[in-house]
C-alpha cells in the first residue's frame, strides 16, 4: 500500500534551467497539494488540484511557476528559468475528499 | 495575514519523561488541527488530528488538547522515546476556501538519553 511518491528526491540545477518535479498521490487520493519548506521553516501551501482542474493557486508565485494534475499519470510542479531563491524542499500531499493530507518524502531542489 | 504559531522553537526532555508541545492559532474560524511530526530529510508524517467540536483526543501514547477560548493547541506525548525526536508542526485548516494547510514555524524536540 504505497503512500505518496515523488521524485526526484533530489534535483539540481543551474540559474536559467528548468525544474519538474512529480508527485503520484496515495491510491484512491484525487486532491493534490504542493507546499514548499525552506529550512528551518514551516511549509507554504502553494497549489492545491484535483484532476484536470486547479482548485486554488493561491499560494504560487504568479511568473515561473506552474501546476498540473492530469487525468493520467502525476502531478507536476513546474519551475521555468529557475534562480537560487528556488531552492528549497517542495513537498506533495494527497488526500480524499475532505480527507487528513498524507505527505510525501519531497524533492529537494539546488539551484546553482 | 492569520497564522499559526508555536511558543518554542525548542524542546529538550529526558527519555521517558512526558513532554509537551504548545501551538496558537489566529483563525478563529478553522475548524480542523493536525499535528504532525518531521524527522531529518523526510516528509511531515500525521501524528493526530482534531475537529473544533471536540476539545481533546488521545491516540497512543499523544493526546492533542483543544482550547478554542484561547486558541491554544497542544501535543503531549507520553514516555517520550528516542525515535521520538524530531520537528512538530501544528497545521490548521482553513474553513473557508481551498483545504490548505496553515502550518506553524515548529517546534524541534530532543530526546535525552
Known amino acids: 500500500n504505497a503512500g505518496v511518491m515523488q521524485n526526484p528526491r533530489h534535483l539540481v540545477r543551474r540559474r536559467g534551467q528548468e525544474a519538474r518535479l512529480r508527485c503520484s498521490p496515495m491510491k484512491g487520493h484525487s486532491h493534490v497539494y504542493w507546499y514548499r519548506q525552506l529550512p528551518e521553516e514551516g511549509l507554504k501551501f502553494m497549489v492545491y488540484?484535483?484532476?484536470?482542474?486547479?482548485?486554488?493557486e493561491s499560494g504560487m508565485p504568479k511568473e515561473r511557476f506552474s501546476a498540473e494534475f492530469p487525468k493520467e499519470g502525476p502531478s507536476i510542479l513546474r519551475i521555468q528559468q529557475v534562480v537560487r531563491g528556488d531552492s528549497a524542499a517542495y513537498f506533495c500531499?494527497?488526500?480524499?475528499?475532505?480527507?487528513?493530507?498524507?505527505f510525501g518524502p519531497g524533492t529537494r531542489l539546488t539551484v546553482l | 495575514g492569520e497564522s499559526v504559531g508555536l511558543h518554542l522553537p525548542t524542546l529538550s526532555v529526558q527519555e521517558g519523561d512526558n513532554s509537551i508541545i504548545n501551538c496558537a492559532y489566529s483563525n478563529s474560524a478553522s475548524d480542523y488541527f493536525i499535528w504532525y511530526k518531521q524527522e531529518s530529510g523526510k516528509g511531515p508524517q500525521f501524528i493526530i488530528d482534531?475537529?473544533?467540536?471536540?476539545d481533546k483526543r488521545q491516540g497512543q501514547r499523544v493526546t492533542v488538547l483543544l482550547n478554542k477560548t484561547v486558541k491554544h493547541l497542544s501535543l503531549q506525548i507520553a514516555a517520550t522515546q528516542p525515535g521520538d525526536s524530531a520537528v512538530y508542526f501544528c497545521a490548521e485548516e482553513e474553513v473557508q476556501g481551498a483545504q490548505k494547510l496553515v502550518f506553524g514555524q515548529g517546534t524541534r524536540l530532543t530526546i535525552n538519553p
Open positions: 482534531i475537529r473544533s467540536n471536540m
Open positions: 488540484l484535483q484532476k484536470e482542474n486547479i482548485i486554488d
Open positions: 500531499a494527497s488526500s480524499s475528499q475532505r480527507g487528513t493530507q498524507y
